[in-house]
């Protein structure tokens, strides 16, 4: 009730405004979907925002910017940007926590999403120890977005000149497979070999297989898995080819219940994207935002649309949307992140029917708000001029300075012909004019009060 409270405040607001305004709603057949005020979440600078499995958890890098800071940044005067931090955020209850990870400003992080919903595998990669030149740190870790506690898969593993080191999770299966690839560099390239150090591990972080395979040619894997998620799929790039030209390129496939790589001449075809069955998706349209009469910028507005043309295809849920953002997987709310902070606004949903006769209850009653208002303005005109009301041909510039706004007169057909209020013997069931609305009208009367009154 709450929630339609404020949608019939919304439309009342809509439909009362001076200038147009968009859409406060979105209607897909016989649903509507209105977006409530956004509320901000953190005071954090965030960086990146990413949904995890489920929708209840995201993660995101962040930055704790204090306010001394910033009043120091404007001033010009020199700082030192705080560490990013990888946060959880439970959008169950809008709780924001660290993730505890070791790390420091030159180490990259990445969270990616498992098949279940409360873990995550977070991979941090960046230069080694101090003294070490060349050598590439990556290590892995299984992070519980419950408690934001984490878990070290083996330890920190050393990238020294070819070697490459990656983390694979698979979307559908509970494991994470951590892929060492080392290329055998020869003089001839029809010797050339690749190595794959293969470990894989469940999502409690505990190492269940690891094997060493070793195929021809350079070979590399680029996160597509296959048969629903049970093989990791990569190219083999022959000697003398060039990569991705048919006919050159060769398939390796990874088998994490072998932990092995194999060369296959068997086509497998990459998992196809999830379908995306939610009636509504997120759009961004550039749009010029005015700060004052001599300010403006151009941003970016954040639309909650229809993906199919409705009645009321698109509803602006943010004017200036200048960062990540998602709709939750049940379309209960939308996450954004503006001026570096996270926002949030809740969807509701309702019956279209029913809103469909509270958009009209309230253009109704802003219809009979305006003709109530142009009644009194009326009557300010007749005491300034000897009680006399305008006729229809002079109303419009007689009780224009009266009123706040000329705004309420659009749609005011005027219906007196004029004359002394004395002389109407009953003022009060007398019409001057009216506003039509859909199943009626709006009149106004003599004694300055207005009521509806529907179509016979």
Known sequence: MRGWNLCWIGLSAVYATAQPAPNPFVVVDRDVFFAEPARQVSDLTVGSLTP??????????ATDVPKRFLEKA????PVSMPARKCMVWDTSNDKVYPVQLDTNVSEAVQVEPTSDPSVGIATVSGPGPSGSDGVWSTRSFRVDFSTGAVRAFGGPTAQEGPV???TFVSPTKPFAVRVGIKVERTVDPADRTTQFDVEVFDL???SVRKNRSTVKGAAFFDGRWGAGGTVLLGTQVKAGGVQNVEGVNGRIVLDPSKATVVETAEKFDPDPEPVDV???TLELHEHVLTVDKETSRPVQGLWLAAKKHTESTRALVAADCSGPHFLAPDMSFVAYVSGGRLFRSEILKGDYEIFRQAKLAAERT???SNAKQVALAALLFASDNKDRLPGTGEFSSSVMPYLKNDRLLDGFVWTFQGGNISDVKEPAKTEIGYITVPGGRCVAYVDGHARYVKDP
């Not at 404007?74 to 005067?77: E, I, S, Y």
């Open 204 to 206: 409690e972080g505990k």
């Open 164 to 166: 490459i080191v990656q």
């Open 74 to 77: 404007l001033k010009g005067a």
């Open 278 to 280: 939610l009636p509504l």
């Open 52 to 61: 995890m499995t489920g929708g209840r958890y995201a993660v995101m890098m």
């Open 366 to 368: 802003v219809a009979l």
